[in-house]
């Protein structure tokens, strides 16, 4: 059974600073990756979506990587403004089915 | 862009009532779903559907039902609302090779 997990759990940085967040997942025979942002109270927002033969998707100063051997992805945050604070969720779906599976998050506060 | 849409942001029902999450997707998505979210708990699978009429159970199907009597319209129903079913729920949506598209929520409260 795929599990996804994400690392850290929350984040706290300064203003300006570029910043990664980490998600792991244990079975490589992924489908694509998704990544989401959640503010609280509210649903989830799509960010970017990596297929299973892609490295990597880029939108403004978002960046996503993949890398499937190593059941890694990892988003790069450029010059993080406080505007970015939110929970980050990753999602793998599988090549068995539809559904998604979900990280834990990681809670961002970027402080002015 | 898909834009799905739930019918509800706040409810609050009552301990036995049957209540109705409606969820609508505007971009003739195959591929509907229901996930409750709790602290602590993450996002749990609760039905899919993959075709109108069809349903699959997911991770946490007990107390709940669901219809999808057409193509745009996924509905969760709960049979007789409980007190641990307060939470959030999400609807989505997607199409092969497309990421999934999340409403905005319903955060449900039974007293």
Redesign the interface.
């Known amino acids: 059974k795929q599990e996804v997990t994400q690392i850290p759990a929350a984040l706290s940085v300064p203003e300006g600073e570029n910043l990664v967040l980490n998600c792991s997942f244990t079975d490589s025979a992924i489908?694509?990756l998704?990544w989401?942002r959640q503010d609280p109270?509210?649903?989830?927002?799509?960010l970017l979506?990596i297929?299973s033969s892609q490295r990597e998707q880029t939108s403004g100063r978002l960046n996503a990587s993949l890398d499937k051997s190593s059941g890694r992805s990892t988003l790069y945050i450029a010059a993080s403004q406080p505007g970015d604070s939110a929970t980050y969720?990753c999602?793998v779906r599988d090549n068995a089915g539809?559904?998604?599976t979900?990280?834990?998050?990681t809670r961002l506060m970027v402080k002015p | 862009d898909v834009k799905v849409t739930q019918s509800s942001r706040y409810l609050v029902k009552r301990t036995g009532e049957k209540v109705f999450l409606e969820c609508v997707q505007d971009m003739d998505h195959e591929n509907m779903f229901w996930y409750r979210q709790d602290p602590g708990l993450g996002l749990r699978l609760i039905y899919f559907s993959y075709d109108v009429k069809m349903k699959e159970k997911g991770d946490i199907p007990e107390g709940y039902s669901v219809s999808r009597e057409k193509k745009e319209r996924f509905s969760l129903i709960l049979e007789s609302a409980s007190t641990n079913q307060t939470s959030m729920y999400l609807c989505a949506s997607t199409e092969d090779r497309r990421g999934y598209t999340f409403g905005s929520g319903t955060r449900l409260t039974v007293v």
């Open positions: 489908y694509n998704q989401f109270g509210k649903g989830l927002t799509s979506l297929q969720l999602a539809n559904m998604l979900f990280g834990g998050g």
